[in-house]
């Protein structure tokens, strides 16, 4: 078996899902480019496993421990964008930017109030 076939396979793969991750808005959407990133990862270790005849078969065993990575990965990924969307109502990835603020960053008094604390921590420090 060619090494090429497989190592191309593997580059359109993963050259899809980074687009996918740079591109979309959808946070489902993106969680789907990650897992086809990850499964392009596991082409490759199967592939080099294959064409290196390693006894051992590690490109095996890491392509079966980087599928229960994957797969928690999307359970706890599916988990939080169901409680954010239960939320916000939306699973848009502009509109859910703000959530770690926790304030609206056009509203100029939020702005003001969160200047004002770092001058006091400073003074006190």
């Given at each position: 078996?060619?090494?090429?076939?497989?190592?191309?396979?593997?580059?359109?793969?993963?050259?899809?899902?980074?687009?996918?991750?740079?591109a979309?808005?959808?946070?489902?959407?993106?969680?789907?480019?990650?897992?086809?990133?990850?499964?392009?990862?596991?082409?490759?270790?199967?592939?080099?496993?294959?064409?290196?005849?390693?006894?051992?078969?590690?490109?095996?065993a890491?392509?079966?421990?980087?599928?229960?990575?994957a797969?928690?990965?999307?359970g706890?990924?599916?988990?939080?964008?169901?409680?954010v969307?239960?939320?916000?109502?939306?699973?848009?990835?502009?509109?859910?930017r703000?959530?770690?603020?926790g304030?609206?960053?056009?509203?100029?008094?939020?702005?003001?109030?969160a200047?004002?604390?770092?001058?006091?921590?400073?003074?006190a420090?």
């Open positions: 078996m060619h090494l090429v076939y497989p190592a191309v396979l593997s580059a359109l793969l993963f050259c899809t899902g980074l687009y996918g991750v740079l979309r808005r959808n946070v489902i959407l993106v969680l789907m480019a990650v897992e086809l990133m990850l499964n392009a990862v596991n082409l490759n270790l199967v592939a080099f496993d294959v064409w290196l005849r390693d006894k051992l078969h590690s490109g095996q890491l392509t079966l421990f980087t599928i229960a990575i797969a928690a990965e999307i706890i990924g599916m988990a939080i964008v169901l409680a969307y239960r939320n916000r109502s939306t699973s848009a990835i502009d509109a859910l703000d959530t770690a603020e304030s609206d960053p056009s509203d100029p008094s939020a702005t003001d109030a200047t004002d604390a770092d001058e006091k921590a400073e003074a420090a």
